[in-house]
């Protein structure tokens, strides 16, 4: 069974860091590409970063480039979306999920990131 | 990057039909067969329904069909169930590696 396990969601102050992970199981991890979407609450998914399955590639929304960083381990099975600079626009829940010809299929359950004062 | 446009919100009776529209441009919709669709509940993670314009997932309802015209993407729910009441997004390839959602559609079941 695919899962995806989003960690790494919590409070943080405008301006600040966070580093989000995603563990993935149930499937060859290094064969797929993987992404990050995100969704503001009450507002709609926004697709925010994919990766090569060999991480050589990486791919990003024009609102984070420069301040988002996605990156995975195949070792580990992880998948992880560093941030920095966020600001309120970021605030969202964030869902990794795998990527199979250009289609989300298997999602997280998600892990909220909130960027307050 | 401009979110895909889909209508806020769409109605209908338990048995009825709805259709869903998923309108973008020649950069993506209309240059690729690449459009999901996802139904999402309240709090839940997005859940596939539809893959390559239309194409069902298994274990996904066939009351649950997908087309393309044009620029244009549609998702078409017949049979209408209670359950059914969800938010709906569609995704299209927009090329370069990158995907775009739609701004999603609210589907009320009356």
């Known amino acids: 069974e695919v899962q995806l396990v989003e960690s790494g969601g919590g409070l943080v102050q405008p301006g600040g860091s966070l580093r989000l992970s995603c563990a993935a199981s149930g499937f060859t991890f290094s064969r797929y590409w993987m992404s990050w979407v995100r969704q503001a609450p009450g507002k709609g998914l926004e697709w925010v970063a994919n990766i090569k399955e060999d991480g050589s590639e990486k791919y990003y929304v024009d609102s984070v480039k420069g301040r988002f960083t996605i990156s995975r381990d195949n070792a580990k099975n992880s998948l992880y979306l560093q941030m920095n600079s966020l600001s309120a626009e970021d605030t969202a829940v964030y869902y990794c999920a795998r990527l199979y010809n250009w289609k989300p299929d298997y999602w997280g359950q998600g892990t909220l990131v909130t960027v307050s004062s | 990057q401009s979110a895909l446009t889909q209508p806020a919100s769409v109605s209908g009776s338990p048995g009825q039909s709805i259709t869903i529209s998923c309108t973008g441009t020649?950069?993506?919709?209309?240059?690729?067969?690449?459009v999901s669709w996802y139904q999402q509940h309240p709090g839940k993670a997005p859940k596939f329904m539809i893959y390559e314009v239309s194409k069902r997932p298994s274990g996904v309802s066939n009351r649950f069909s997908g087309s393309k015209s044009g620029n244009t993407a549609s998702l078409t729910i017949s049979g209408l169930q209670a359950e059914d009441e969800a938010d709906y997004y569609c995704?299209?390839?927009?090329?370069?590696?990158?995907?775009?959602f739609g701004g999603g559609t609210k589907l009320t079941v009356l």
């Open positions: 020649s950069s993506d919709v209309g240059s690729y067969n690449l």
């Open positions: 995704c299209s390839y927009a090329g370069s590696s990158t995907l775009v």
